[in-house]
């Protein structure tokens, strides 16, 4: 069974430029989630879906992130503009119920210059 | 305030001894709880969950939490040159609503396995 895929792993781009991450996954986990960690701090959560709604986006920074699910499967996140303090590692993870265990993707790391 | 706390190291073990891993967190209903593992540039990893207060073990490793002292544990067994990772400690519930399912993570524990 393949894990929570993530892509792409890097990604360098420069201020005000947009920029999209995807993920994928398990197969059969409803439950999608994204998080962020930033240089020097934990893991923080940004939103969790269910299906293709989103149940809880109380982590997103501010409307320059956008996060999508559409049909129910993979997810992107975009962040338009992109500014420096937005860099970091974004993960993505899912779970088959909302109370069971999650797994991690691989990241993608986002530097914005 | 911090809400899982964990000291960062590095945490220091000779090769076949127990390492011994420490979290605290602040939100008294947080109902489960997790050991991620994490080596460099790779995708955090499940070792273990526990949800109940005591000990829950796998193989080397043993989980131990304490809800009245708001304290979360991993022990390592016999620890290898490869179990040296940064482990994360992760809490979930305690919040009304949608904020239950989130997790909330320590910064993490570096530990070096010494051969």
């Known amino acids: 069974e393949a894990g929570v895929t993530q892509f792409p792993s890097h990604s360098v781009i420069e201020k005000g430029q947009t920029v999209t991450l995807r993920c994928d996954p398990i197969s059969g986990h409803d439950n999608l989630y994204w998080y962020r960690r930033v240089m020097g701090k934990e893991i923080k959560f940004l939103l969790h879906?269910?299906?293709?709604?989103?149940?809880?986006e109380s982590g997103m920074p501010n409307n320059r992130f956008l996060a999508e699910r559409t049909g129910g499967t993979y997810s992107t996140l975009k962040v338009q503009p992109a500014e420096l303090e937005d860099s970091g590692v974004y993960f993505c993870?899912?779970?088959?119920?909302?109370?069971?265990?999650?797994?991690f993707g691989q990241g993608t790391r986002l530097t914005v210059v | 305030q911090k809400e899982v706390e964990q000291n960062s190291g590095p945490l220091s073990v000779p090769e076949g001894a127990i390492a011994s891993l420490n979290c605290t967190y602040s939100d008294r209903g947080s109902q489960s709880f997790f050991w991620y593992r994490q080596y460099s540039g790779k995708s955090p990893e499940l070792i273990m969950s526990?949800?109940?207060?005591g000990d829950k073990e796998d193989g080397r490793f043993t989980a131990q939490l304490n809800k009245a002292s708001q304290y979360v544990s991993l022990l390592i067994r016999d620890s290898q040159p490869s179990d040296s990772a940064t482990y994360l400690c992760?809490?979930?519930?305690?919040?009304?609503?949608?904020?239950?399912?989130?997790?909330?993570f320590g910064k993490g524990t570096k530990l070096s396995v010494i051969p």
């Open positions: 993870a899912s779970s088959r119920e909302r109370n069971t265990e999650a797994f």
């Open positions: 526990i949800y109940s207060n």
């Open positions: 879906f269910v299906k293709e709604s989103k149940q809880d």
């Open positions: 992760a809490a979930r519930g305690g919040k009304s609503g949608a904020g239950s399912y989130q997790l909330t």
